[in-house]
């Protein structure tokens, strides 16, 4: 299987199977899909091969603005194909379809953890999945001893594996600091006796960062997420505090203090963009000039009926964003000005192993969330509906049948993920999101996919470009 496309001025062709990426002229991109055709047909032969091209592509091209090559040419571009194609790098078959079943067999480990340190916060976001940090329930703060025993339940439920990892979630995770801290430091304390090492994540508005908290997450979190949409009038519009007044102002210097003291390193920056600013490129690049260098903004993902929402109808322009913010980074990047897009952050020669390529996050399996109570959840965005409680940190795993569920996500059980290009970059797509809009956590969100398509050939694009 492969993908073609044009991006930039670029004719880019992706054979899906092998993860090989080709940049090629005019001519070969215009003869692949007979070649295709025909070795779908089984024909392998050469010479065949180049006299039913050449039989083809001129009837094809009637009509059609012609390519200027003489059969000679044509036949040279065929026979660098089909050496491309001896070498498994196009039309490679797929050979993971069977690994996907083995890995369904594995013993599962949990490696992560969504530590929701704080049902509460200070913002009211308007498409707050979470509800002002409520989660369809109380507001309320981890204590000590319940984020104790999860840290415990990780070390219990993680087999051999050495590193793992937990965020701090919310609401507004800063909110409850104190146990932030102390936990930090337990998770520290166990290390050695089990040998285990935690990287730890906070992601926070910034209304309660300041330099003490900063010293600290410098020193012991691995990562920090700040929450900001872009420009002060989108940011302000989606992101005030109770009252309706914006907190542009008083989290920017904070943010931009934060990725400086990190040297610009292990951070991002992170917004979401709605349909009142389907121009989010405007946004991506507003961050990069205030001096961000880590960025990643996505789409909304919230029910049809809220205004904000995003829909089939603004796909085209949203499309032609991400193709705007390609072109753009590319152009600061050479004038020594770059940038990094998380959604853009493609790995062609190494990337993730097979399992995460076919399975995606491990939600429900290797990842779980916490609740500030201790109830277990496959993830952040499934806490508060009780059909997918899994269990608690004291009990631990107790409807395994959830777990089960959610081991058999992968591409081979979504129908639609099977003829997508794109399906070893998404691994299938977020299950919350399907199950939100189709009650099935093997379903697809199709405006997200087409969305995530995009995306992933504009990482390719500018992959292609470097070269």
Not at 23 to 37: A, K, M
Not at 182 to 187: A, F, K, M
Not at 395 to 401: C, K, N, T
Not at 422 to 431: E, T, V
Request: net charge negative; glycine share 8%.
């Amino acid at each position: 299987m492969i993908h073609r496309y044009k991006n930039n001025g670029y004719n880019i062709v992706l054979d899906v199977n092998s993860g090989s990426v080709h940049v090629v002229d005019e001519l070969v991109y215009r003869i692949l899909p007979f070649v295709e055709d025909l070795m779908k047909e089984g024909r392998k032969d050469a010479g065949a091969v180049k006299e039913a091209v050449l039989d083809r592509i001129h009837s094809a091209w009637a009509g059609e603005e012609p390519v200027n090559a003489a059969d000679e040419e044509i036949s040279e571009a065929v026979e660098e194909i089909l050496e491309l194609e001896a070498e498994g790098l196009l039309f490679a078959p797929d050979i993971y379809e069977n690994y996907v079943y083995d890995f369904k067999k594995r013993r599962t480990v949990v490696k992560a953890l969504c530590l929701h340190i704080a049902h509460d916060c200070n913002l009211a976001c308007k498409y707050c999945f979470a509800e002002e940090g409520e989660y369809h329930g109380r507001r309320a703060l981890m204590s000590f001893e319940v984020g104790k025993k999860a840290l415990d339940f990780l070390v219990a439920n993680s087999g051999n594996r050495v590193n793992l990892e937990v965020d701090f979630f919310g609401g507004e995770p800063l909110m409850n600091w104190d146990v932030v801290k102390r936990l930090v430091e337990y998770g520290r304390s166990l290390e050695p006796a089990y040998n285990k090492k935690f990287r730890f994540t906070l992601t926070t508005n910034g209304v309660l960062l300041n330099e003490e908290i900063l010293e600290f997450a410098n020193k012991e979190m691995s990562n920090l997420v700040l929450s900001i949409d872009g420009r002060k009038q989108i940011h302000d519009r989606m992101r005030p505090f109770r009252g309706g007044q914006g907190s542009y102002d008083l989290i920017v210097p904070k943010f931009q203090r934060a990725a400086e003291s990190r040297e610009q390193l292990n951070y991002y920056v992170r917004g979401t963009f709605t349909r009142n600013n389907l121009d989010f490129s405007e946004d991506v690049l507003h961050l990069a000039d205030l001096g961000f260098k880590q960025i990643s903004v996505e789409p909304v993902v919230a029910p049809p009926e809220a205004d904000y929402s995003i829909r089939e109808e603004d796909l085209p322009k949203l499309k032609e964003e991400y193709d705007k913010l390609a072109a753009e980074m590319l152009r600061r990047k050479r004038e020594g000005n770059g940038f990094q897009f998380f959604h853009f952050m493609i790995d062609l020669e190494g990337g993730p192993c097979v399992a995460k390529r076919l399975s995606g996050c491990g939600s429900g399996t290797e990842y779980l969330a916490v609740t500030p109570w201790g109830d277990l959840y496959p993830c952040h965005q499934f806490v508060g509906n009780e059909k997918f409680l899994m269990g608690n940190v004291e009990e631990g795993i107790l409807r395994e049948d959830i777990r089960d569920q959610f081991k058999c996500c992968n591409v081979y059980a979504k129908e639609k993920c099977r003829d997508c290009f794109a399906r070893f970059y998404c691994s299938g797509g977020c299950a919350a999101n399907a199950y939100n809009f189709h009650g099935d956590v093997n379903a697809t969100y199709d405006v997200g996919c087409e969305l995530e398509r995009k995306r992933v050939e504009c990482a390719i694009m500018l992959k292609a470009a470097e070269m």
